[in-house]
């Protein structure tokens, strides 16, 4: 009996002890339950609160891209630009603007992934693990001379990039030239108007402050499928030819006097009327030519005094986005990618005052061939469309800035040191600050903002020219020629560079074509075997049918062996120079590659 009492108090022991555990497993049960519930309540509420911000889409990537910002403004220190005014020792001038997210990307539950803090811009991918769970984001960065984000205004825009070259046509009589790129529907277009609508009023008011008279005519052109359409002319076609001085001329276009702001305006508005748009999957009434609008100063004897050009880019495309077009939007496409291409080769020569400039690689580039010209300023504007969708678009874009801009950084920074090229910065008079304003519709407010900074600006213009006081005229001539000693060791080098990043260029692009030719062999054999299989799998097959097949099964054999050999080469001769290269950006230093 009392070996049974014992058992029995053993048994209810681990009884209770099993029971105990069980009713903890379902406490902690209950507890994940509400622990979830509540995540997904709180999502909800997030993701009702994104929707109402005009931000909806996957509610975990918006915060992760949330949270980055957060951290990037507290590290950085805000996100407005430091200067609005551009450095007028430089050629060339780098900006990316960001429009807002449209209803269309609201309405395909697209997310914002495009971040701008003071003169750099982010692309957020969204990416998912292995486990095809996981979310994550990678973060693309682009140092450029400017950066405006959603709530930039063409004021600024105009400030930054246009006025410049206003006062470089006006006061030194010189060549320039706007140019507005990106893909379809990122704000090209909406953009390059809001810069014509200011320019009117702020290229009158400056000749109206010089003693100089001058005559302002307009052309308006656009270069469609090869050919050169007079927009102020009822479309007519004109010829490109060039004369005896290699001077490139547009017979047939008309040059059309505007005495005022309203009459400039209106030439332009007439021009914007007869460019040819298209539908396109992007965009429903997509640029499908470069429109380009030629402003010339002349004097009454009707000499060149001036030129500033303003470049509308048609739209880049993908060869994926035109799967759905016809034969003559596919053709527009080829057309509008060949031209960009080559324009960006001569604005990389112009940024590193090469002696060669590819300017006969398209039509569109021998037009602006007198915008090449070592005197010439350049300015580009890149739009980026803000949604997830449109990512690899805007880092194309991006990377097309950025390749442009190649080697501009550090040679404006070798030339101040050496002395021979200082960077000054342009700041407009209060009554052009005002003018510009008023043009661009700005209230008070926003114009009290731009005095502000022009009197911080003046502040720290005055601290710069003390520190440059203090310096004795002996160390600066010391510094300049220990500069110029190592200069002359460097150049070779860096030439080299140049030539390695291009040779990189071009073998990335071989091995790109290689890569999809071998696809589409591959597939097309992979077609003609199943037809070769199918034929030896009948039955009563004879040894002259098996001996066919064997021939023909090598000759597959043979032909994929030669595909994967050129791929192959291409491979290694594009990591062999990418090496070389990188071997030589760390050793001459240009982090830019």
Request: aromatic share 6%; hydrophobic share 35%; charged share 30%.
């Amino acid at each position: 009996a009392r070996r049974k009492s014992t058992s029995t108090v053993g048994v209810t022991g681990r009884k209770d002890a099993t029971r105990m555990k069980i009713e903890q497993m379902e406490k902690d049960r209950q507890e994940r339950r509400k622990t979830m519930m509540q995540r997904k309540e709180a999502r909800k509420q997030e993701q009702i609160k994104n929707i109402e911000a005009g931000n909806p889409g996957d509610v975990d990537f918006i915060g992760l891209v949330d949270q980055w910002r957060s951290e990037q403004e507290t590290e950085m220190g805000g996100t407005e630009e430091r200067s609005l005014f551009s450095s007028t020792g430089s050629n060339i001038c780098i900006a990316v603007r960001k429009r807002p997210m449209s209803e269309k990307e609201r309405a395909k539950f697209d997310h914002d992934s495009v971040s701008c803090f003071q003169n750099k811009v982010w692309i957020h991918s969204a990416k998912l693990k292995v486990d095809g769970i996981t979310k994550y984001l990678t973060h693309n960065k682009f140092q450029l001379d400017h950066a405006f984000g959603e709530g930039s205004t063409t004021e600024q825009i105009y400030l930054a990039t246009t006025l410049p070259l206003v006062d470089h046509v006006v006061n030194s009589q010189g060549r320039a030239t706007v140019f507005c790129y990106g893909q379809t529907g990122s704000g090209k277009t909406y953009t390059m108007n809001g810069i014509q609508h200011i320019l009117a009023y702020d290229l009158y008011g400056q000749l109206a402050e010089i003693d100089d008279e001058f005559e302002i005519t307009v052309a308006f052109f656009e270069l469609y499928a090869g050919n050169v359409l007079d927009l102020l002319h009822g479309r007519h076609r004109c010829k490109l030819l060039e004369d005896g001085k290699g001077e490139i001329n547009i017979t047939g276009l008309r040059e059309v006097p505007a005495a005022t702001p309203e009459t400039f305006l209106e030439v332009i508005e007439e021009g914007h009327r007869h460019r040819t748009t298209q539908k396109t999957e992007a965009n429903d009434a997509s640029s499908r030519s470069h429109a380009i609008c030629q402003i010339f100063l002349r004097d009454y004897n009707g000499n060149l005094k001036g030129k500033l050009g303003l470049v509308d880019l048609a739209g880049s495309e993908r060869g994926s986005d035109t799967k759905q077009h016809n034969t003559q939007r596919r053709s527009e496409s080829a057309d509008i990618n060949t031209s960009l291409l080559a324009l960006k080769e001569c604005i990389r020569a112009l940024g590193q005052k090469s002696t060669h400039v590819p300017f006969r690689g398209s039509k569109l580039t021998l037009i602006l061939k007198d915008c090449f010209s070592p005197d010439s300023k350049t300015t580009m504007v890149a739009t980026v469309s803000p949604g997830a969708s449109a990512a690899d678009h805007s880092l194309n874009t991006l990377r097309y800035a950025d390749r442009i801009k190649e080697q501009r950084i550090t040679s404006s920074n070798k030339r101040e040191k050496a002395g021979t090229g200082s960077a000054s910065i342009s700041i407009p008079s209060r009554e052009r600050l005002y003018r510009i304003a008023v043009a661009a519709g700005e209230d008070i407010e926003v114009l009290q903002t731009s005095y502000n900074v022009e009197e911080m600006l003046d502040e720290g213009t005055d601290e710069m020219t003390d520190e440059y006081e203090n310096v004795s005229s002996e160390d600066a001539a010391q510094e300049n020629d220990d500069y110029l000693a190592g200069e002359a060791s460097q150049h070779e080098e860096e030439d080299e560079l140049r030539r390695t990043v291009q040779a990189v260029f071009e073998l990335e692009e071989a091995l790109l074509n290689q890569h999809m030719s071998n696809i589409q062999a591959n597939a097309e054999m992979l077609t003609q075997e199943g037809k070769l299989l199918q034929a030896v799998q009948v039955a009563g097959l004879s040894e002259d049918d098996m001996d066919s097949y064997a021939i023909q099964l090598a000759e597959f054999l043979d032909k994929k062996e030669a595909l994967i050999y050129k791929l192959q080469s291409k491979l290694l001769d594009f990591q062999d120079e990418l090496a070389k290269e990188q071997h030589l950006a760390q050793h001459v230093r240009l982090t830019q590659y």
